[in-house]
Every structure is written in structure tokens, then in C-alpha cells.
């Protein structure tokens, strides 16, 4: 447990703190590394940490700083958002069901057909936009609903709180992918879910140089499932990650309000473009979908996707940038600009990404914090040519 207290306080502030108040030696502001596997006993008394696996005082510290920021029960930190997912897909059963929002990360596509299906766990992807789809989808066997939104890469809106009550009313479980938002715009726990799931190599970490993964719980029963499996299975993320994250937390509500700030102009800069045939932003979206985000969130966030109105033109397009750097991944201060359908989604069958709208001449944009001109004119020089 920290020494420090946290009545009341705001988002901005208590991820300013994250991971203060864990050092009762010397005080150390920032949490330290404790780079070790095992702790000697007091005595034949086991004392506070055992062994690493179990717990580590650095990864402690992370996760209720996260825990913090959701208002949940527990958190858990994993090697990786797959990681996470992975151990959240183990509570369940030989023989269980699993629904996916239909545009989720190809990755949790590709674990449930290529790994879980083998053990008997069934997956099927839906439209978590709309809840009859959802409804039609929810079996006697569904156990675990996935949901991602905005979704990835379009920035699809599904309603948070009439999902939670629809997955509850079939004795299922509710589990969003909140890594485009983060606890700083929205708040799955409080909406109704079961888990907030989260890449944390994205926004949370924030600097394009970790891997980890996270899951924060709504109760404590279902913090202590998490706990046991995750201590059996062991992908726990290691002490010199676990700092590099709490490290990035401590700036994740002013980097947030930036990247968002860069992206609301981005979006509507290329709304306007004359090459530019779409562009998939929740505050562009019509006034509906818009409505129904913030009602759930608390800003647009700064992931946006846009269609090229000619789909070869996205090769140049990727050469000629560059402030704005080609690559996967996305949440960091530097921009980047990903191809999905050859990259991120390339994992979903080729029928399916083109029902998505996942087509070539859709790009996907993480903005940065850089300076909102150098983006544009970036934008602005790679589009003309
Ligand atoms: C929304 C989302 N969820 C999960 C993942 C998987 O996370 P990781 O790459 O940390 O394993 C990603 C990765 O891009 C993602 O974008």
C-alpha cells in the first residue's frame, strides 16, 4: 500500500502521482526498481512479497496506480496487451463462447481462432454497435463479451452501458478494450463493465519503448481469479517495464490532452481535403454516434483513420511523410501512420476485412504531440504530391 493519500482527487493529479509513496526506507519519490526474484524472510515468518511472480513491490505500486485511476477492485500488469487478453480468455471454459466488437485488434482475432478454438473456446465476431446482433450472437455458452470502443480502425461508437446490462442479463461478462481511450477519457468499470483490458505499450506507457498489458477488475472476486491464474500462468510483466510504465502514466492526462488537440485538427483538416474521400474521427461522426460517445467518454482522443480516394496513392503517401513515421502501433508521442489492411488487420480473412470497410486506401493515424503545424504541413506537402 502507499503512504500517500488520494481523497477526491483529479485524474490529472493522481496520474502525476502514480506509483508515489512506496519507498518506507528512503522515501524515493519515484518508485524504485526492485530488480530481485525472491525477498528474505523475517525470521521463519514469510513476510509482505515472497517471490516475484506472485508479487513484486514495483509492479504492486503500477498496478494500483491504475486501479486508482478506474476506480476498480484490482489490476494486473502482463507482458503485453496479448498477454492480458490471453489470461482473461483462460477464466473461461472448455466449451465457452466468446463475442468480439467485429473490428477489434486482428490480434484478439487471431489468439481465439489460432490458439483458443484448439481447446475447445469458440469465438464470433459481431457488430457491438448494434445490440440485436448482440443479442442474436449471446448463446447459452457466452461467457465473455469483448467490446473495443471507438473500434480499431474505424472508430466505430458501441454503447457501453446497454452492452454491460444485455451481457449481464445472459450471466456473461463484460470486458472492454479501452486502449484508444484510456481511464482518463472513459471509464469502462463505471459504465457498467467487468474489465477494463488494455494494451498499455499504447497511451498508458506512451513512448514507444514497452510492451506491457493490463486488466483492471470490478470486484475483488474477480480480481482474485485474475490473480491466481496470472500467478500460475506467469507472463507478469518484469520490474524495469513495470517503472517504464509508471514513468509514462505520470504524463498520460497532459500528453492525452495534446494528442487529442492534434488530432481533432488533423481530422478536420483532411474532412477538407480534396484527396481525401472519408475520415473516421467520433467527432465528425453524424450527431448520433457522437452523442452516444460522449456520453460514455469524455473527449474524441487521438486515433483517427481516413480513405484516400485513390487507394494506390497510400504507398507515396507513406514515403513522403515525415514527420509522421510508418509504423504499427500507436499511442506514443511521435505520430504514426499505419496501413491496416496490410498491417494491423491483415490477420482477418480478406472477405472480412472488405465487409469492415478495412480496404486499401484506409489509413490509420495515432497523433502525437508534436507541434500541431509541422503535422499538418506534413500532411499538407505528402498529400500534394
Ligand atoms: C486495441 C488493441 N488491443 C490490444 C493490442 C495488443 O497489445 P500488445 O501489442 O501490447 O500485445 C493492441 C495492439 O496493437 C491494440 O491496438
Not at 481523497?7 to 530481485?36: F, K, M
Not at 446482433?133 to 449471446?138: G, K, P, T
Not at 467490446?147 to 480499431?152: G, Q
Not at 513512448?207 to 483492471?216: F, K, T
Request: glycine share 6%; proline share 5%.
Amino acid at each position: 500500500m502507499s503512504s500517500h493519500e488520494f481523497p477526491n482527487w483529479h485524474l490529472e493529479s493522481l496520474t502525476a502521482h502514480a506509483g508515489v509513496g512506496y519507498d518506507p526506507v528512503y522515501g524515493a519519490i519515484s518508485t524504485p526498481v526492485y530488480q530481485t526474484v525472491t525477498y528474505q524472510h523475517p525470521g521463519s515468518e514469510l513476510g509482505p512479497y515472497d517471490y516475484s511472480r506472485t508479487d513484486n513491490p514495483t509492479r504492486h505500486a503500477a498496478q494500483e496506480a491504475l486501479n486508482r485511476l478506474e476506480n476498480g477492485a484490482g489490476a494486473l500488469l502482463y507482458t503485453s496487451g496479448m498477454a492480458a487478453l490471453t489470461v482473461l480468455v483462460q477464466t473461461l471454459q472448455q466449451g465457452d463462447h466468446v463475442l468480439i466488437t467485429e473490428d477489434a485488434y486482428g490480434g484478439t482475432y487471431r489468439i481465439m481462432v489460432d490458439v483458443f478454438s484448439k481447446f475447445g473456446v469458440s469465438a464470433s465476431m459481431v457488430n457491438t454497435r448494434d445490440l440485436n446482433q448482440v443479442e442474436e450472437h449471446l448463446g447459452p455458452n457466452t461467457r465473455l463479451v469483448i467490446v473495443e470502443t471507438p473500434s480499431n480502425p474505424l472508430l466505430h461508437v458501441s454503447p457501453l452501458r446497454e452492452l454491460a446490462d444485455l451481457v449481464h442479463s445472459h450471466q456473461a461478462e463484460l470486458a472492454v478494450d479501452n486502449t484508444f481511450m484510456t481511464a482518463v477519457r472513459q471509464r469502462p468499470l463505471e459504465l457498467g463493465a467487468d474489465y477494463a483490458v488494455y494494451s498499455a505499450t499504447k497511451y498508458l506507457a506512451g513512448h514507444n519503448d514497452v510492451l506491457a498489458g493490463a486488466i483492471v477488475c470490478k470486484t475483488i472476486n474477480q480480481y482474485r481469479r485474475l490473480y491466481d491464474l496470472t500467478n500460475a500462468t506467469g507472463s507478469v510483466l518484469g520490474p524495469w517495464d513495470t517503472w517504464l510504465l509508471l514513468r509514462g502514466l505520470k504524463t498520460l492526462a497532459i500528453r492525452m490532452d495534446r494528442q487529442e488537440s492534434n488530432a481533432r485538427s488533423i481530422a478536420r483538416f483532411l474532412y477538407a481535403h480534396d484527396r481525401v474521400q472519408a475520415v473516421y474521427y467520433p467527432e465528425l461522426a453524424e450527431d448520433s454516434i457522437k452523442t452516444r460517445h460522449m456520453s460514455q467518454a469524455s473527449g474524441y482522443g487521438a486515433m483517427l483513420s481516413f480513405l484516400l480516394k485513390e487507394p494506390d496513392t497510400y504507398i507515396a503517401l507513406m514515403d513522403k511523410l515525415k514527420v509522421i513515421l510508418p509504423a504499427v502501433s500507436l499511442g506514443g508521442v511521435e505520430s504514426l501512420i499505419t496501413h491496416p489492411y496490410n498491417e494491423t488487420h491483415r490477420e482477418l480473412p480478406e472477405p472480412m476485412r472488405r465487409h469492415l470497410g478495412i480496404i486499401p486506401g484506409l489509413m490509420r493515424l495515432s497523433v502525437g504531440i508534436e507541434h500541431i503545424d509541422d503535422l499538418l504541413n506534413d500532411l499538407s506537402d505528402a498529400l500534394r504530391s
